[in-house]
């Protein structure tokens, strides 16, 4: 091992200059001898190179790539390490194509039981069929100017674009994620995680943030995708049983219709019909708040019980699970509609399309800014019903969708007042643990 470690270093003596590896706002470039560095430029590059640097001992080590495209031909493992950095010249400048391939799982990055990864400043493109960067159990972990990119909607992109899951201290910002199946930016099972200033577009969801504890959602954009947002809770998890604690506010969800494209029964997204800004289901303390809406042609802001994403849910399977909405807190965003197209075609191609169409034509043909789901399931379980205070006075309806899918939707009411509109669930800041470094 040692000798191989000296080669290791022998090689890096060999490396090219740095100068192809600062950002593009001309930070001078690192120490070429810093034995913590290694270097990648385009026109050298070599992939069983770089492989054989990040197995020899990551640790404490940053990969640096300079501006250009660089192939491979596998994943990316990356797996128990302590304080690693992968880090670009700029997303629009280095590029990690994935186009050739033969990853059996299909993924571009994977990283697995590592603590402070950072990932920085390039894009990767076109896997086949995986997740562009999987993060699973990380402890201190930042995704800062990222993106991944499929070209086009297509069934055979990868589910998730960025996907951090199962992980504490979670750092996504100024990220950009396009075409994947599920979600381009998704955060699953983690707790202390703040998603901020990212933009996502032409995805089914652009954003998930599914059974998490202590999240900050803030400056996002969601344009363009099938739905913007969903934040849920998922049953049959282990990790993260029940998600809590939640803010969402100061983002802007902008002609989120576009017909959805994934294989239609494969999984809940899926199911989704286009047009919906953001949707909640079986969760618990979430503050909506700041956020722009516009032309969100379905509903701006869905809420419903777990039942609505999976009609066979059986409560008694999980007594623990809370399947319901509980301290939903929503006030002081802005609404309006008109600008996009209501494709009534794409939405009832979709499983839930039903309630989007039965609610709009017992509306006098409008789709309501907000809709939220009364949960009167079973006399046994109740729910909290969420604060609702929109000086902006959008259209909403209170409805039971127990019965969408047979093609009834009854109204609660129309009247906003009709809601607890006093103070309601104020989200509490929370203060990362394992602080994961910023790029640098």
């Known amino acids: 091992m040692k000798i191989f470690k000296l080669l290791s270093l022998l090689f890096l003596v060999g490396l090219v200059s740095v100068t192809g590896c600062k950002d593009d706002d001309d930070t001078p470039p690192v120490d070429p001898v810093d034995p913590n560095l290694f270097t990648y430029e385009e026109a050298t590059w070599s992939e069983a190179d770089f492989i054989t640097q990040l197995t020899v001992d990551p640790n404490g080590k940053t990969f640096c790539f300079g501006a250009g495209t660089f192939t491979f031909t596998n994943t990316i493992p990356l797996a128990e390490i302590t304080d690693m950095t992968l880090k670009g010249a700029g997303r629009e400048s280095t590029i990690f194509d994935f186009s050739n391939s033969t990853s059996t799982s299909g993924e571009g990055i994977a990283a697995i039981d590592s603590e402070n990864l950072v990932f920085c400043s390039f894009t990767v493109k076109n896997t086949n069929g995986g997740n562009g ?58 707790q202390r995680v703040i998603l901020r200033n990212n933009r996502m577009t032409l995805n089914v969801f652009g954003m998930e943030v599914e059974n998490n504890i202590d999240a900050e959602v803030y400056g996002n954009e969601f344009y363009e995708n099938t739905a913007g947002l969903l934040v849920y809770d998922l049953a049959g998890v282990e990790r993260i049983k029940n998600g809590e604690k939640c803010k969402i506010y100061n983002n802007t969800f902008t002609n989120n219709n576009q017909t959805n494209f994934a294989e239609l029964g494969s999984t809940f997204a899926a199911d989704v019909p286009p047009g919906i800004g953001m949707l909640f289901a079986s969760t618990s303390f979430l503050e909506v708040t700041g956020n722009t809406f516009i032309d969100n042609e379905s509903v701006s802001l869905l809420g419903v019980a777990y039942f609505l994403v999976d009609n066979n849910y059986d409560p008694l399977s999980d007594l623990g699970f809370t399947f319901y909405n509980f301290g939903i807190n929503i006030h002081d965003n802005t609404y309006s509609k008109g600008g996009g197209v209501y494709n009534q075609a794409g939405v009832l191609d979709r499983p839930a399309g039903p309630l989007i169409d039965i609610v709009r034509a017992q509306n006098g043909g409008e789709s309501p800014h907000i809709m939220i789901d009364d949960q009167n399931y079973s006399p046994a379980l109740t729910a909290s019903d969420p604060v609702v205070n929109e000086p902006s006075n959008p259209d909403f309806i209170w409805a039971n969708f127990a019965e969408a899918g047979s093609g009834v939707v009854t109204f609660t009411s129309t009247d906003e007042n009709d809601f607890n509109t006093g103070d309601g669930y104020v989200w509490e800041v929370f203060d990362l643990v394992d602080t994961p470094d910023d790029c640098n």
């Open 133 to 190: 960067i999987t993060a699973r159990n990380i402890k201190g972990l930042r995704f800062n100017e990222v993106g991944v990119e499929w070209p086009a909607s297509s069934q055979d992109n990868g589910t998730y674009g960025i996907y951090p899951v199962e992980s504490d201290d979670v750092i996504v910002e100024n990220c950009y994620a396009q075409a994947a199946i599920d979600a381009g930016i998704y955060s699953g099972q983690n």
